[in-house]
């Protein structure tokens, strides 16, 4: 089990790069696992380059986190190696971790397995069979049951064939494991539910595999098929993996279950010319593993390799893409989510020009740490640097958020409750907006012909569905008591309806640019309208307190929200820039975060006490800044109609 802490402090939601610790800014540093036993204590293990060149030899790295930073840990590099380095790190406790990888004793020309410990105060090496090999993985169901896994070497350091390894609470002995029939294979993850239900993934095939810069990384090899064997509590066996096509072939690189019927492991499928093609995801359901379809980003040679799950319906995975062995390629790290329906690729930083993601940890209710290495350059004089990403995830709360689709679906998050939608309805004209009511027991849905669709406990107060409107209708928002709403017009003509009063409009003026978006005073008396150039037109008691109708905009202006007591407002641009004025508070933004929004950005939405926002996006993205939570998203969902639309409870 892993844990990452709550914030502290309000940071971006989403997946964001966090500061990380090198050795020094000319040496190597590289993550390849990470695991933490508690909020406050965890670990990071890969190793460091004195230089890329010069046939420098790796020293094994372990980086701590206590709970707000991240620092280089103690020296854990083995006495008498002339090499090392480490590739997975698991934790009973946090007074009992092990990291395995490998070590070449001075006086050798063989790597030969490594296996540390952590008792709470030093790291220290734990002896393990002599072995030449690497150790790729380690997982342990309790303080005396352990398992890693990995391969051996020939004499030429080449991989022969998987190992695997068990602790029993006083050594490591080399445990029998099921032949592949094949002439090479490998374990490169391992995962335990229980002392009697374990899981090793990796590949076999005729020919070795073979790596571009470390084992490990970047893997190539032709003619491969996936390799999943299964502990049962006294034998380990082969377990039928779905075959590629050919050509193709596939490469396992990480396994994990929720529990004892749903597990998955991720990896690639390989080309014909052994590189990674595209990213190859596996599901067990308690009976067979089966290929479940995986979104891969636009650009080729895409692998999976790191895979956990925060429950049956939320997994996250990390990866590279163009990750392409023997070529020119510069990987960029990726990340995909499974939302219990399908496995997408979520927006991320990508900040880097080259990366590569290998570790991951979550915690349910708190978040996740993403390990792995990047570079901002490529020149003669490139060094590696550690690269780590954080997701927050929502504590327990009581905020929750509705979107709605062009169609009028509606969408719940949190503790927002769904009342209805006109999902299956034939509608004149598609759905451009969406208030709540106070109590959110209830919401509206607004037409661009005005036509009103009330929810739960809001009700019907009229519309503009009859009339001949001279422009559309772009956006809505209630009064204070929920006793009623204004509808505003792309010409800034505004429609009040039950106890909304009427305070003026634009729809006489001649503006610059259309009116895009509308918010409410707190006490109901008056209202601003947003242009998408950012202009703002203030009437009744709703004061003006800035706008960007002068700024060069980089993308128009899609919304506003306005915060609890008046005082400010935020507008968002359909890039996800937000930009605020008077007592708001600026939290963060999409390009902020070093993400390119893949489509345009449609709302912005207050929370209660105005101390942070979410941004919204029309595939139904969620960006969640200051004190709002992440509460999930639909990208992972084929939408019928954009998201046009958003309310908070």
């Known amino acids: 089990m892993v844990a990452v802490p709550s914030p502290v402090g309000a940071t971006d939601s989403g997946w964001n790069i966090i500061p990380s610790p090198n050795t020094g800014p000319s040496e190597s540093s590289f993550l390849m696992s990470t ?6 204590s965890c670990w990071a293990v890969g190793g460091v380059f004195s230089s890329l060149g010069n046939n420098s030899q790796p020293s094994a790295l372990i980086d701590s986190w206590n709970g707000s930073t991240w620092s280089v840990g103690p020296v854990v590099a083995p006495p008498d190696s002339q090499a090392s380095l480490l590739w997975s790190v698991d934790c009973v406790s946090s007074s009992d971790c092990w990291a395995v990888g490998a070590q070449e004793p001075d006086g050798q020309q063989q790597p030969v397995t490594l296996a540390e410990n952590w008792n709470g105060s030093v790291w220290s090496v734990v002896p393990t069979p002599a072995v030449s090999g690497y150790l790729f993985s380690v997982t342990c169901s309790n303080a005396s049951d352990c398992w890693a896994v990995g391969d051996d070497l020939d004499g030429q350091q080449n991989p022969l064939n998987g190992i695997i390894y068990h602790w029993n609470g006083s050594q490591w002995s080399q445990s029998l494991r099921a032949s592949s029939g094949q002439t090479y294979d490998q374990f490169e993850s391992v995962t335990c539910s229980s002392s009697s239900d374990c899981w090793s993934v990796g590949y076999a095939g005729p020919n070795q595999l073979q790596y571009n810069f470390l084992p490990g990384i970047a893997p190539s090899v032709v003619g491969a098929a996936a390799l999943i064997e299964h502990w049962d509590g006294s034998d380990w066996s082969i377990v039928p993996t779905p075959p590629a096509a050919a050509p193709m072939g596939q490469d396992l690189t990480s396994v994990t279950c929720s529990n004892s019927s749903d597990c998955w492991a991720v990896g690639a499928t390989m080309d014909a010319s052994g590189n990674p093609s595209s990213s190859l995801v596996e599901n067990w359901d308690g009976s067979t593993w089966t290929i479940t379809p995986s979104l891969d980003p636009l650009t080729p040679a895409n692998i999976l390799t790191a895979v956990t799950c925060l429950g049956t319906s939320d997994c996250w995975a990390t990866g590279a893409t163009d990750s392409a062995s023997g070529q020119n390629t510069t990987p960029i790290p990726y990340i995909e989510n499974w939302n219990g329906s399908s496995w997408t690729v979520e927006p991320s930083p990508n900040v880097v020009a080259f ?5 991951l940890a979550c915690v349910p209710e708190s978040g996740c740490f993403a390990t792995g290495f990047s570079a901002t350059n490529l020149n003669n004089n490139t060094t590696l640097q550690t690269l780590i990403e954080q997701l927050q995830l929502p504590p327990a709360s009581s905020q929750g958020m509705w979107m709605t689709g062009s169609d009028g679906g509606v969408f719940s998050f949190g503790d927002a409750q769904f009342h209805g939608s006109t999902g299956g309805m034939a509608l004149n004209k598609p759905i451009v907006g969406m208030a709540a009511t106070p109590d959110g027991g209830g919401y509206w849905l607004a037409a661009s012909d005005g036509g009103v669709f009330s929810f739960g406990d809001a009700s019907f107060h009229g519309s503009t569905g009859g009339m001949a409107l001279n422009k559309p209708i772009v956006g809505i928002a209630a009064t204070p008591d929920g006793g009623g709403y204004w509808l505003v017009a792309s010409d800034g003509g505004v429609f009040s309806f039950g106890d909304a009063q009427f305070y003026g409009s634009t729809g006489g003026m001649a503006l610059n640019k259309p009116i895009v978006g509308v918010a409410a005073t707190p006490d109901g008396g008056g209202y601003w309208l947003v242009a998408s150039d950012g202009g703002i037109f203030s009437f009744g008691d709703a004061q003006f307190q800035g706008s960007t109708g002068a700024m060069a905009l980089n993308k128009p202006i899609a919304g506003m929200a306005a915060t609890p007591d008046g005082g400010g407002y935020w507008l968002v641009a359909s890039d996800g820039g937000v930009f605020s004025f008077g007592d708001a508070s600026f939290d963060g933004s999409v390009p902020g975060q070093g993400i390119v929004s893949r489509v345009p950005i449609e709302r912005i939405i207050a929370t209660p006490d ?22 999930g998203s639909l990208t992972g969902l084929r939408l019928a109609a954009p998201i046009a639309g958003a309310a908070g409870s």
């Open 35 to 40: 695991a933490c036993p508690n909020a406050w």
């Open 355 to 359: 990366g590569y993601l290998s570790g």
């Open 610 to 631: 105005g101390g942070g926002y979410w941004v919204v996006g029309q595939d139904g993205s969620l960006y969640a800044y200051g004190d709002a939570t992440y509460l």
